[in-house]
């Protein structure tokens, strides 16, 4: 009797959380299965969708697609924990379902985390930001010679939902995401991994993150209170007082943020006041960033009839963009 061939494990476990996303995760997935570097497998995370994400999911006969189905929605950290349970990989890699990879993605950071030193638990790249509604979009190659320990600290720039690739064995030192987050949870992750692991940046722009949806304000605010009870002291004790406060000018950024794409102009006034007495310098980036997204048309939305910008409907980026 001839014995059973067994599958060894993959290199590489991407985890894909999608909750009703029925219209871009066939794109995100797509991204994932072409990519250069095959030795991997797709871990899709249904995190409760009430729409056809199933049936998007099932027209793909793969077998290095998994479906891992949760029965009501839990939020991106739950549905990311579910994912790294049942990864098989040496190394675990995470993509949002409405944003995709170039097709090096995983070789090239494969390339620069197996280089590095064994204090280096994580990796990220570069990324565009690719606003749905306007068009536009922003290249941000983050700079490889930073203290990013430092920079997390203070805020979040790296976009780990759709960059960031882990060796498996970091996951037992650091725990994994914390569901009680149901924003920030990648922001927090990246804080408790970098005090006591390495990150590597390949500074190439190799994922697009497209940006067309609205936050609800009531959970921003909330993840926003127990983000700073966890890491508001951290930051003071570690980098001293001028980061925390840099912390908290940022968190109250972000609650500004999410009134504003929701339409609370008014609201968001004393969240960036409060931001400024933190922090002017970081306040006064926000302010530049949303009077540049308001010419180029990337708040129309939020205004009334015809001032809308038609949103953009064709998704799919060039190879070489």
Not at 147 to 175: E, I, Y
């Amino acid at each position: 009797m001839r014995a059973r061939r067994i599958r060894s494990n993959p290199t590489v476990s991407v985890v894909l959380p999608v909750f009703n996303g029925e219209s871009s995760v066939g794109t995100a997935m797509q991204s994932v299965l072409r990519q250069t570097m095959s030795d991997l497998e797709l871990l899709v995370v249904d995190d409760g969708s009430t729409d056809r994400t199933s049936t998007v999911i099932s027209r793909y006969s793969e077998p290095r697609l998994k479906l891992v189905k949760i029965a009501t929605n839990s939020g991106a950290a739950a549905a990311r924990n579910a994912g790294i349970d049942r990864a098989r990989g040496e190394y675990v890699a995470f993509l949002d379902s409405d944003d995709e990879w170039l097709p090096e993605k995983l070789e090239r950071q494969l390339e620069y985390i197996a280089a590095s030193s064994a204090a280096t638990g994580i990796s990220t790249t570069g990324f565009r930001i690719h606003r749905v509604v306007s068009g536009c979009h922003r290249d941000i190659i983050p700079d490889p010679g930073l203290d990013w320990r430092r920079q997390q600290l203070t805020m979040c720039a790296l976009s780990p939902g759709s960059t960031l690739m882990v060796k498996r064995d970091v996951f037992p030192q650091v725990g994994t995401f914390d569901v009680a987050l149901r924003r920030f949870e990648d922001w927090d992750w990246m804080i408790r991994c970098l005090a006591v692991r390495n990150i590597v940046i390949c500074p190439s722009l190799l994922a697009v993150l497209h940006v067309d949806s609205r936050l609800s304000v009531e959970i921003v605010q909330r993840s926003a209170e127990r983000f700073l009870e966890k890491h508001a002291r951290t930051s003071e004790a570690t980098f001293g007082n001028g980061a925390a406060r840099r912390l908290r000018a940022s968190v109250e950024l972000e609650i500004a943020r999410a009134m504003i794409a929701n339409g609370r102009y008014l609201a968001a006034i004393p969240c960036a006041v409060r931001a400024g007495l933190y922090s002017p310098a970081r306040t006064c980036l926000l302010l530049h960033d949303l009077l540049k997204r308001t010419w180029d048309g990337d708040l129309a939305w939020a205004l009334p009839g015809n001032l809308r910008h038609a949103p953009v409907r064709n998704r799919e980026i060039s190879e070489s963009l």
